[in-house]
């Protein structure tokens, strides 16, 4: 049973347009969620999180929307540059009461062209 | 500040070892997790350790164990094993509390023959 799911696999875009990634979770009870950047043959870099209780956290060309009712997170990359290629994951995590334990998405491949 | 650092970056193993993976966190860092990623399965939460207890356990057969030391390193120890095991293991740090974000070392890629 996949709690979070990315449903597109790959997504490509000039440079200098919007990138949007996009997930959906379906465990309520997930109360922050995450996107991580990831290169191969290297570890997922943190980009950017969101509690539960915000529905919007921006950081420099980095915006995650949080739709609590439709269980909805997207990604927003403005603009896109090409070193933004890489697999980005969502993951989403229990309340911190209950530690760390995050459930990821699949991934979406980020192609931007030049 | 150093990030998080895994030993070794690369293993050869024959099926019916075991193996030992090394993981050291972020300085400050007390949560320690591990998950498994494989083509199959994306990424899965193996366990997580905070000040030297295990606080979460992924669906994993017991065959894979870990353990945390004083100084917030920790250990994962693989059984036994098996073809199917061979995958990037990866360890993340938190500095746990109200903290969300874990910061993920480069992992260790395990091949299995």
């Known amino acids: 049973d996949q709690q979070v799911k990315q449903n597109s696999p790959s997504l490509s875009v000039q440079e200098g347009r919007i990138s949007i990634l996009n997930c959906d979770y379906t465990n309520s009870m997930f109360d922050y969620f995450l996107w991580y950047k990831k290169y191969p043959a290297e570890g997922p870099t943190f980009l950017i999180s969101?509690?539960?209780?915000?529905d919007k956290n921006e950081d420099g060309r980095f915006t995650v929307f949080l739709n609590k009712s439709a269980k909805h997170l997207s990604l927003h990359i403005v603009p896109s540059q090409p070193g933004d290629s890489a697999v980005y994951f969502c993951?989403?995590?229990?309340?911190?009461?209950?530690?760390?334990?995050?459930?990821f998405g699949g991934g979406t491949r980020v192609l931007v062209k030049p | 500040k150093a990030g998080v650092t895994q030993t070794p970056r690369y293993l050869i193993k024959t099926r019916g070892q075991q193996v030992t993976l090394s993981c050291s966190p972020i300085?400050?860092?007390?949560?320690v997790s591990w998950y498994q990623q494989t083509p199959g399965q994306g990424l899965q939460f193996l366990f997580e350790y905070f000040s030297e207890t295990q606080r979460n356990k992924g669906n994993f057969p017991g065959r894979f164990s870990g353990r945390q030391f004083s100084n917030s390193r920790s250990e994962m120890n693989v059984s036994t094993l098996e073809l199917g095991d061979s995958a990037l293991y990866l360890c993340?740090?938190?500095?746990?509390?109200?903290?969300?974000?874990?910061?993920f070392g480069p992992g260790t890629r395990l091949t299995v023959t």
């Open positions: 993951a989403a995590g229990p309340p911190k009461a209950a530690g760390n334990k995050l459930t």
């Open positions: 969101i509690s539960s209780i915000k």
């Open positions: 300085s400050g860092h007390r949560s």
């Open positions: 993340a740090s938190s500095l746990g509390g109200n903290s969300y974000e874990q910061y």
